[in-house]
């Protein structure tokens, strides 16, 4: 009898996300779900490895025991880290996608079923989406892409608690990276301190590494550290994303070396402004889009553009990205309305602010009945270094 000790949640917790899976199922009508996406195999299983880039499935019946197929090597995992009783491993030598067929036909899952399979998925790339659709004989395929994700978007009191733990890390990171900023250093003095104080503080390897860029490299979309070596009067940007358990939090903070002008101090006071704003406004029932509106709005008072979406939702990743924006971006158009637990990175982000410079305070949210709360404890601000 497996005691589950490897189980980063409750079994009960894994049981209630599988009870709801099978409930969407049956509202649409499907026999059987394979899921590839890593971040849902893990929120079903706790299943989790880097060798991701190799086929790897959870098979979810409406009515029969799941069953794991993945690549040999990577199945201490499944024993290990999940709940799953049943696997079906491929050798390297062998075929992920006819060992996929021949479990669907050994429990029974093809003649006359309704199949869905994660078509939107990096890690069920397209010549083997093809194999599998040609090869499935009796059975009826469907996509069933986010069928997972409506589960994951809303966190448990479980997942919140981590992400917590996450929160520490990412604070840990940012004030090590903050403290050690000064004129003569190099961009990978930040980067060391940063990574020393998030694992120091609990933290595991995250889905994305830290942003960690200065001078004019600010306003270059997603760099980091390329080992420049920091000025009097360089605008620092820090985007620091903590994990624990592959749960998120993510925070920006501008740093300014020497006196900054009027119209930097300026862009601070709006883009505080919207965080602010964004915290009492992001409540239950408020749409997406209505959130976006008002931190556009907010924002274009200052110098500089906001060129990106206004935040996403945040939580489970694996690299390449430690956002869940497929879930919710929140941007113009999207019409989904807020709902208490749900969790986000907001990003008022202005690239361009008195030449080269940006302007970026960022927090991670938690959407509450009446308005949201920061996941974070540390101060809103731009970080003024005297340079003499």
Known sequence: MRDFEGLIFPLQEYQRRLDELRERMQERHFDVVIIT???NIHYLTGYQTTGYSYFQAIIVPIDKEPFMVTRLLESSNVTARTWVEIARPYEDTGDAIQKVLSALDEFDLTQNKNIGYEMNCYFFPRY?????????????????SGIVEQGRVIKSEFELDIMRKAAIATEAGMKAGIECIK????????AAEVHHAMYKAGGEYPAVAPYITSGPRTNIGHATWEGRKLQKDDCVFLEIGGCVKRYHTAMMRTIYLGKPSEIILEAEEVVLEAIDTA?????????????DFHLRNILSKAQGQCITRTGYSIGLAFAPSWDEG???????GENDFLKE??????IPWLVGVDGDNVMAISETVRVGK???????????????KDVS
């Open 37 to 39: 996406e890593p971040e």
């Open 370 to 384: 009446d308005k949201a709360e920061s996941l974070f404890n540390f101060e809103r601000k731009l970080f003024v």
């Open 341 to 346: 637990n749900m969790t986000f990175h907001i």
């Open 183 to 190: 004129e003569g250093i190099f961009e990978n003095d930040i």
């Open 279 to 291: 915290l009492d406004f992001m409540r239950e029932g408020v749409t997406v889009a209505e959130v």
């Open 326 to 332: 497929q879930i919710i971006s929140i941007k113009a």
């Open 128 to 144: 083997q989406q093809e194999r599998f659709q040609a090869s499935v004989l009796g059975g009826h395929l469907f996509d069933c």
